[in-house]
């Protein structure tokens, strides 16, 4: 990938309008100039030619950031705002090393998923110890304040039943081509450790759409977390290890309910891998394969709700910024939700405004992270909806927790349990 020394060109372009400004979520609420692009490019530039240090200063404003991509999307002169601050983060971890817990556990995901299933079947059963069950919502709160996550968030439990294991996710790709298309299932860490549910809709729609969908059983992480830290090394080796496992298998398209998955599937390998030209080729097949869920069953499988109670009339659409603009898919969720006749869709407010979640910001500072959930929920809270329907399985953990936070009675769903 490209590394922030060779990015000098991008930080260039920038000529301190401001314009990106208006649109940044953590400036909207921290109001500083260090919270958005232009003071954020300011300190990497000084950082870049030696006049400031790796301070905590430094660190601690790289990391007010979702990576929403609002500020590239709306910059005048183009500037590649989202890749320079992940160069930015992928240059501190390599000078200063990844934190210990961060690593051990995305090496779990990466190397030996059994162990880590193992440890995470140990802490299904432990949590409710540490955890209650929220009435109101489908969650669990903290009974007590816990590093990283604090008391009283609104967490999703463990499942009982990872998806990888369940019967949905079991089963080898036909042999030749039967429906409309091959499809693997990619499911992704959300989807298999805490929405399973989601996982068994996404393979039950697809089937009813006339794709012949399998799951292959290999694959790992995608790397988004890992590359969002700083941890690029992590990520390389989890591409890898995925481009294998795919390749393996025979298929149209390779597709996921998960937006932030779907984009690292679709663009991060080949910024990850880029220093094995020999891969180009083999991530560019696999790369043009992936597509995100509702863009396959819209576009390529042509596929409508035949009309599925929803247990709630009225249902708004949340955007996630690796869906709408890392990947260009606005219209599609909304097709399939409009064509569901029980449903009565209604735009909220700022559909496109980040949920608070990305970036690793609801870790690294969830104080700020869920302030910025606030205004989400506030559009949520006037549309009147009953159902919130998103595309991403952390935008689905970012929501219900700020619904619960702000007092807002809605439900959240993903748009393939609702069509
Ligand atoms: S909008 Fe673009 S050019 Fe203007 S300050 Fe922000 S990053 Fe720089
Ligand atoms: S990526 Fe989003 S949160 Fe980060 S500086 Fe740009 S607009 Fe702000």
């Known amino acids: 990938m490209r590394k922030l020394v060779e990015l000098k060109y991008e930080l260039d372009k920038c000529v301190k309008c401001g314009t990106c400004r208006s649109v940044c979520p953590t400036f909207r609420v921290l109001g500083r100039e260090t919270a958005c692009a232009r003071g954020k490019l300011t ?86 110890l540490i955890f209650k069950d929220a009435t109101a919502e489908s969650g669990l709160l903290s009974r007590f304040s816990l590093p990283v996550i604090g008391k009283g968030r609104l967490l999703p439990p463990l499942a009982r039943e990872f998806f990888l294991e369940t019967s949905e996710a079991r089963g080898l790709p036909a042999p030749a081509k039967t429906g409309k298309a091959k499809v693997a299932f990619y499911a992704g860490c959300g989807v298999n450790y805490l929405m399973p549910d989601v996982g068994k809709a996404s393979i039950e729609i697809l089937k009813k759409a006339g794709a012949d969908v399998f799951v292959p059983s ?59 030209p020999e ?42 910024c ?59 809270r006037a549309s009147g909806a009953d159902i919130v329907a998103t595309a991403c399985p952390g935008c689905m953990v970012q929501l219900r927790d700020g619904l619960h936070k702000y007092g807002v009675n809605a439900r959240v769903a993903h748009v393939v349990e609702l069509i």
């Open 218 to 276: 290999a694959q790992v992480c995608c790397g988004m977390p890992a590359f969002a830290s700083g941890d690029a090394a992590m990520a390389r080796q989890m591409a890898l290890k995925n481009l294998e496992v795919f390749e393996a298998f025979d298929c149209d398209y390779i597709t996921t309910s998960c937006a932030t998955c779907g984009h690292g599937l679709k663009h991060m390998f080949a910024d990850v891998l880029s220093d094995n």
């Open 279 to 320: 891969l180009s080729s083999r991530i560019e097949a696999f790369s043009a394969k992936v597509i995100d869920i509702n863009a396959l069953l819209v576009n390529v499988l042509k596929y409508r709700s035949g009309g599925k109670e929803t247990g709630g009339k009225l249902v708004t659409y949340h955007d996630p």
């Open 43 to 128: 300190l990497i530039d000084a950082y870049s030619s030696g006049a400031i240090g790796l301070s905590d200063a430094y660190l601690k404003h790289l990391k007010e950031c979702t990576l929403c991509g609002a500020c590239r999307d709306t910059c005048p002169k183009g500037v590649d705002t989202v890749a320079i601050y992940n160069a930015a983060r992928v240059d501190a971890v390599q000078k200063l090393g990844a934190p210990v817990a961060a690593s051990l556990v995305f090496k779990n995901l990466l190397e030996s998923s059994k162990v880590m299933d193992a440890a995470l079947k140990i802490a299904t059963r432990l949590q409710g």
């Open 322 to 380: 690796h869906l709408n603009r890392a990947q260009n898919v606005r219209n599609e969720p909304r097709e399939l939700l409009k064509s569901n006749k029980n449903i009565a869709f209604k735009e909220m407010a700022f559909p496109c405004s980040c949920c608070g979640l990305g970036g690793g910001l609801s870790l690294t500072n969830y104080d700020l992270s869920i302030e910025i959930t606030e205004r989400k929920i506030e559009s949520i």
